[in-house]
């Protein structure tokens, strides 16, 4: 039977501290939502005296309590990044006193492994995973022939395995470092590409587990719009199935005589070479211009559709272009509706393959507090601006942490550090997509029981148990978190009305199309006769008679008789219509059977033994 989900919008449901308002809660520096609704967000938390890594983990729909995941380690632990995948996998890497360390979870069931040791001396680490369950890290290695290598890890099978070189285009720059720190995508292929600031430019490679291509490529623009470039920082990339193609973002600053301006550039990486069309600049401006842009930020998904989000340098509001089919941006549009007194720091998160959510900080000034707001995209337009933090935290700081990520169902969730400099805490806030279609499961149109059981499939709902709310004759009846129910009282004979109607934890609905059933659980009455000699060669005629009404109900109560079937007992058997005639070829004791059958499956059998004695006698 077909199903049809209610048109709905998604749902924001109030904000929650994961933990806080206390003294030590730091920096909250990453959050990652796999496919199927399992993930995590990671950040520091300083307790006597010393940083640590908490990791508090998203569970059916909700952030659970915080974890730490560095307690066998002494020192300082700081920059942890964050990895999810299904079934509640999570990778974890960290610097504590200038090692690298890795942490995985390889389920929600199962517990953290020790602090791995990975790499000793590195800075700014990046993680990423794909759908298949292959890991790339990229990190900053501190002794490099000019101050810092990149290099990259590779983890599959539950164990990491660090490549044997740097990354580096020229390995007496300093790469990796400050604004230039690198950042990973993996592919759903398998294959990790990374991007990084060296000598102020932008450079990727790509790497397949822990061996690098032989060519990497420079990102970064000479010139833009006749401006000449100044330098290149804050690289992003992003990529979806394909590793073959990618998205490159980073900012550019620009220079024209005494003039300078900075944008917000992407560029195409495909394979290993960046499409020679001119560098994309989607964020909205000119060179010249009035202002520029910064803090680029993108994301596809694996359908290689996503979002860029930029802010402007001196305005400080929040611009977005949609990236559409092959990752290319099409409209750019202004996000945020206020005038915003300091840097918004906008992320942008993917939900589905074609929708998601931008949030941002919006401070208003000394006219009130700063405040998280968002975009949900449906993947056909823009919704209205949503207040996502709740005053009574106080103001939100996203210096000190800001993120947004989603599940393939559309749900997303949102992070970031809100409260006093003395006292923050880590929040959160769920957008709640509304359960998927479903539909009753082999629905028959007849019930021989006046209390049939009923079952449907199952919603898809990422986050939470759903309540189905059975509905009889347009009444709700029961409710259950299972996909199939007996009915709790016996049915009237007769027809009825069925229907189903799955509630996530949002309060958001979707309702099954509405099933007929026929409650029929009495079987026809039925008799016969029989005329005619019982003997061999001679004609018998059978008459059967039947009714299949209801005792005290009307006969429309009743579904009808179907079919009567005869078995002679001498191997002849026929579907009749009340009348037949029939010989028997020989003398003996023979069983005749009359069976009478409703529409709703309901039978009747009638047997009596016929003695058949010989022809002439």
Same mark, same amino acid.
């Given at each position: 039977m077909a199903s049809v989900a209610s048109a709905q919008s998604p749902e924001l449901l109030p904000s929650v501290a994961v933990d806080g308002p206390n003294p030590g809660v730091g920096n909250l520096t990453g959050l990652s939502v796999s496919r199927d609704g399992t993930g995590g967000l990671v950040?520091?938390?300083?307790?006597?005296?010393?940083?640590?890594?908490?990791?508090?983990?998203?569970?059916?729909?909700?952030?659970?309590?915080?974890?730490?995941?560095?307690?066998?380690?002494?020192?300082?632990?700081?920059?942890?990044?964050?990895?999810?995948?299904?079934?509640?996998?999570?990778?974890?890497?960290?610097?504590?006193?200038?090692?690298?360390?890795?942490?995985?979870?390889?389920?929600?069931?199962?517990?953290?492994?020790?602090?791995?040791?990975?790499?000793?001396?590195?800075?700014?680490?990046?993680?990423?995973?794909?759908?298949?369950?292959?890991?790339?890290?990229?990190?900053?290695?501190?002794?490099?022939?000019g101050g810092h290598d990149v290099r990259a890890a590779y983890w599959v099978n539950g164990a990491w395995a660090v490549e044997s070189s740097p990354l580096d285009a020229a390995p007496a720059d300093d790469a990796g470092a400050g604004t230039g720190a690198p950042r990973v995508a993996a592919s759903g292929d398998g294959v990790g590409i990374v991007v990084w600031g060296e000598a102020g430019h932008i450079d990727t490679r790509r790497v397949w587990g822990t061996s690098p291509s032989v060519v990497f490529e420079q990102a970064d623009p000479s010139a833009l719009s006749g401006w000449n470039e100044v330098s290149a920082s804050l690289p992003s990339i992003s990529s979806g199935d394909d590793s073959s193609f990618a998205d490159v973002t980073f900012q550019e600053q620009l220079s024209s005589g005494s003039a300078q301006q900075s944008r917000v550039v992407m560029r195409k990486l495909r394979a290993s070479q960046y499409d020679p069309i001119a560098p994309l600049a989607p964020d909205g401006l000119t060179t010249p211009g009035p202002e520029g842009a910064d803090q680029p930020q993108a994301i596809l998904s694996e359908a290689y559709q996503g979002f860029l989000t930029s802010a402007r340098d001196s305005s400080n509001q929040v611009w977005a272009?949609?990236?559409?089919?092959?990752?290319?941006?099409?409209?750019?549009?202004?996000?945020?509706?206020?005038?915003?007194?300091?840097?918004?720091?906008?992320?942008?998160?993917?939900?589905?393959?074609?929708?998601?959510?931008?949030?941002?900080?919006?401070?208003?000034?000394?006219?009130?507090?700063?405040?998280?707001?968002?975009?949900?995209?449906?993947?056909?337009?823009?919704?209205?601006?949503?207040?996502?933090?709740?005053?009574?935290?106080?103001?939100? +700081?996203?210096?000190?942490?800001?993120?947004?990520?989603?599940?393939?169902?559309?749900?997303?969730?949102?992070?970031?550090?809100?409260?006093?400099?003395?006292?923050?805490?880590?929040?959160?806030?769920?957008?709640? +997509?509304?359960?998927?279609?479903?539909?009753?499961?082999?629905?028959?149109?007849?019930?021989?029981?006046?209390?049939?059981?009923?079952?449907?499939?199952?919603?898809?709902?990422?986050?939470?148990?759903?309540?189905?709310?059975?509905?009889?004759?347009?009444?709700?009846?029961?409710?259950?978190?299972?996909?199939?129910?007996?009915?709790?009282?016996?049915?009237?004979?007769?027809?009825?009305?069925?229907?189903?109607?799955?509630?996530?934890?949002?309060?958001q609905a979707s309702q099954a199309r509405a099933v007929r059933v026929f409650v029929d659980s009495y079987a026809p009455a039925a008799q016969f006769t029989l005329t005619g000699p019982q003997r061999a060669k001679s004609f018998l005629r059978l008459n059967v008679r039947d009714s299949d009404q209801p005792p005290g109900l009307p006969a429309s109560d009743g579904s009808g008789v179907a079919q009567m079937k005869v078995s002679w007992g001498d191997g002849k058997a026929a579907t009749i219509r009340h009348r037949t005639i029939h010989a028997y070829a020989r003398p003996g004791r023979y069983r005749l059977t009359v069976a009478v059958t409703d529409r709703a499956g309901n039978r009747t059998t009638l047997i009596r033994v016929l003695r058949i004695i010989a022809a002439g006698k």
């Open positions: 950040y520091t938390k300083v307790i006597a005296g010393v940083a640590h890594v908490f990791v508090s983990r998203l569970i059916g729909g909700a952030f659970q309590a915080p974890e730490q995941v560095d307690a066998t380690l002494a020192g300082a632990s700081s920059q942890p990044v964050i990895a999810a995948g299904d079934n509640g996998l999570l990778l974890i890497a960290f610097i504590n006193a200038g090692q690298l360390y890795v942490v995985t979870r390889p389920s929600a069931a199962a517990g953290y492994s020790a602090p791995g040791d990975l790499f000793s001396g590195a800075a700014n680490p990046a993680i990423a995973l794909s759908i298949h369950n292959k890991g790339y890290l990229a990190f900053a290695a501190a002794a490099g022939a272009a949609r990236l559409g089919p092959a990752g290319l941006p099409q409209t750019v549009i202004q996000l945020d509706s206020l005038p915003n007194a300091t840097p918004p720091y906008a992320v942008p998160g993917t939900a589905g393959l074609y929708s998601g959510l931008v949030v941002w900080q919006h401070d208003p000034g000394p006219s009130g507090v700063p405040e998280i707001r968002a975009r949900y995209f449906d993947g056909t337009s823009w919704a209205p601006e949503l207040v996502a933090s709740s005053p009574a935290l106080g103001p939100t +700081n996203a210096a000190a942490g800001i993120a947004a990520a989603g599940d393939i169902a559309g749900d997303v969730a949102a992070a970031w550090v809100q409260g006093s400099a003395g006292s923050s805490a880590i929040v959160t806030a769920l957008l709640y +997509n509304g359960p998927g279609s479903f539909g009753a499961v082999s629905a028959s149109r007849y019930s021989t029981t006046a209390r049939p059981v009923f079952a449907w499939s199952a919603a898809r709902e990422q986050w939470g148990p759903l309540q189905y709310s059975l509905a009889l004759d347009g009444v709700a009846v029961v409710r259950t978190t299972a996909a199939k129910l007996r009915v709790p009282s016996a049915l009237t004979q007769g027809p009825h009305v069925w229907q189903v109607t799955a509630t996530n934890q949002a309060g």
